[in-house]
């Protein structure tokens, strides 16, 4: 994206990553780049198999891109050295989508909050961890006196996704990468959950990335969306210019097909571009380098004609 | 009115325990009418699924119905079947899909063996006309009849979900069940699907019972819903009146929860 501005923290620039063989390759991410902010929450949207997730993990540098460069405040993490490494880590967090896996059945939720603390902070003595973790159970909305001795099987799926909440802020992170977070709860659970990472972003300024395929809780959580599509992002910008006025035709497709009371199924006025699934899958498939600004803040990538 | 397909009355389930029993079902009644598509929207924990297994006395001990309790489908108390009875109930008038219908097919068996499997269990017919009869419900929920040789490895998500929902249809259920059918696929393909299960119902006449917590989504399809709450049915209507005139509080606070695609977004506060 040629919008990348210099206050970024975090930005892929022109990412590919490529799985398969030489002869039948799989682009997982095709020339992906975007910049996160701080104070600001991005939404990645698209569906299984978009490369939504190999997203989150080239920037937890799971993955090593094939093409492009991972930039942490302006500067490539391709020759990072170990120090820059380390303070990567504490700055970028991730919290998972399934609560009931990331956490260790066998240990309390005092253990696996003080583990980081430990870790990245070596020079807090005992008083001062444990006041940190009251502190940071006090800001995902728990008991601390409570919290602290239980395990992860005696919590609902709600409070533990608090919990994963809390461990990534241990490090006093400056990203946080949330892939579905709340597509494993309750609609009243998400909610608060949803709520919490609101009030994270603004409190402390944290740079947001949200991932998931649930359109209507992207819009409420984040200034600004990208949708992606067989690893190419198709279309990006303000999330109301975006889900107002979608241009590129596989956008129109997700948004004809989120759940929505107000048009029945029958509503023949709703059905163009579902009735050209295929087709429309067929073509956004295809490599497009063509980018289209549509207005301040709105970009898609036009078909290939 | 017809006699509806299904009516439950006066529903009691109780999960049995060593420490008191869990009243999972609370005096639940409803009807459904032919060819109607009816949705059961609520939390999990509600009862929804439990009422679903119990319409084909699938549920299992601890699960205890309570006497008093009538399920009828087609005026036929399922309560009184025997085991024999129940055997040809099964598929022929009540169908399943599962939540995780897509997992419940055999890794090891060709999609045109687990047809067969369906379509001999409930009457004499030779493998070709089973085959034959395969390839006819693969072709109702649009999948190439080649597919028959293929193993559910080889097929996507939404693939073997639709697989399943087609031997579902082997035997020309006047009931469909589907308990969370969608929840594991995305947003597309979940539209494909139930879009294609709305055409099936209105072509071959069955009714649908749909259960999720996607009340959106059940707007969209169904022609009335119920809304559970703690065990208990709080409001049955069609499904505009629960969209656009809900009467009960819970109801109201489900709404309030959801966020909104369009329009002013305010910050919304989780339901108790």
């Keep these: 994206m040629s919008d990348m501005t210099s206050n970024a923290i975090l930005a892929l620039d022109n990412v590919s990553k490529v799985f398969g063989r030489a002869d039948k390759p799989v682009y997982a991410a095709r020339s992906v780049s975007f910049a996160l902010h701080p104070g600001r929450t991005l939404a990645l949207v698209g569906e299984s198999g978009s490369g939504k997730t190999t997203a989150a993990r080239l920037i937890m540098r799971e993955y090593v891109p094939d093409e492009g460069r991972l930039l942490f405040k302006g500067a490539p993490m391709g020759k990072a050295d170990a120090k ?17 896996a990331a956490l260790n059945p066998t240990h309390t939720i005092r253990y696996h909050l003080e583990r980081p603390l430990r870790l990245h902070q070596p020079d807090l003595d005992a008083a001062q961890r444990k006041a940190a973790i009251v502190e940071l159970l006090e800001r ?28 990534a802020l241990a490090v006093n992170p400056q990203v946080i990468v949330a892939d579905e977070p709340t597509s494993m709860l309750d609609v009243s659970v998400r909610q608060g959950i949803l709520n919490l990472l609101n009030d994270m972003k603004a409190e402390l300024k944290l740079a947001l990335l949200y991932i998931t395929h649930d359109i209507a809780t992207a819009r409420y959580v984040a200034d600004d969306i990208m949708v992606m599509y067989a690893g190419q992002i198709v279309e990006w910008g303000a999330v ?42 067929t073509q956004s498939a295809l490599p497009q380098t063509q980018i289209s600004q549509v207005g301040d803040n709105h970009f898609f990538r036009a078909l290939p004609a | 009115m017809s006699q509806p397909v299904l009516s439950v009355r006066n529903l009691n389930i ?73 055997r040809r109930f ?70 073997r979900q639709r697989i399943v929902i087609a031997i579902c249809l082997a035997l020309n259920p ?21 879009q294609r299960i709305d055409v099936l119902r209105k072509k071959l006449g069955f009714s649908v019972l749909f259960i999720t917590h996607d009340l959106g989504l059940m707007v969209q399809v169904s022609d009335r819903i119920g809304i559970m709450l703690e065990g208990e049915l709080v409001e049955v209507n069609d499904a505009q009146t629960i969209y656009r005139q809900p009467q009960h509080a819970y109801t109201k606070r489900l709404w309030a929860s959801m966020p909104k695609l369009r329009g002013e977004q305010t910050r919304l506060e989780a339901a108790p």
Excluded at chain 2, 60 to 70: E, H, Y
């Design chain 2, 174 to 194: 006047k009931l469909l069940i589907m308990d969370e059918p969608t929840t594991a696929l995305d947003v597309v393909v979940q539209r494909e699907i139930l």
């Design chain 1, 140 to 167: 995902v909305k728990l008991d601390p006196a409570q919290m602290m001795p239980k395990f992860p099987h005696e919590l609902s799926g709600g409070q533990r996704q608090r919990i994963s909440i809390a461990r």
């Design chain 1, 240 to 281: 109301d210019k975006v889900l107002d006025d979608p241009h590129h035709p596989y956008t129109r497709l997700l948004l004809s097909a989120v759940p929505d009371p107000d048009r029945r199924f029958d509503d023949v006025r709703f059905t163009d571009e579902l009735s050209r699934i295929d087709e429309i899958r």
């Design chain 1, 84 to 100: 820059a490494l380390k303070a990567y880590r504490s700055a970028v967090q991730m919290v998972f989508q399934d609560p009931f």
């Design chain 2, 90 to 159: 099964r598929w022929r008038e009540v169908a399943m899909v599962f939540q995780s219908a897509m997992n419940s097919l055999n890794p090891v068996l060709t999609i045109e063996a687990q047809f067969y499997d369906v379509l001999k269990a409930h009457g004499p017919i030779s493998r070709a006309a089973a085959r034959e009869r395969a390839a006819e419900l693969l072709k109702l929920v649009d999948i190439a009849p080649d597919r028959l040789d293929a193993f559910p490895h080889q097929c996507s998500g939404g693939m």
């Design chain 2, 14 to 86: 109780d999960y049995v325990g060593a420490e008191g029993d869990f009243h999972a079902v609370k005096n639940v009644s409803f009807d459904i009418a032919p060819g109607e598509f009816f949705g059961l929207a609520g939390e999990s924990g509600c009862g929804k699924s439990t009422i679903a297994f119990a319409i084909s006395r699938l549920h299992r001990p601890p699960a205890l119905i309570r006497t008093g309790s009538v399920i009828a489908v087609n005026g036929r108390n399922v309560l009184e079947l025997d085991d024999a009875d129940l």
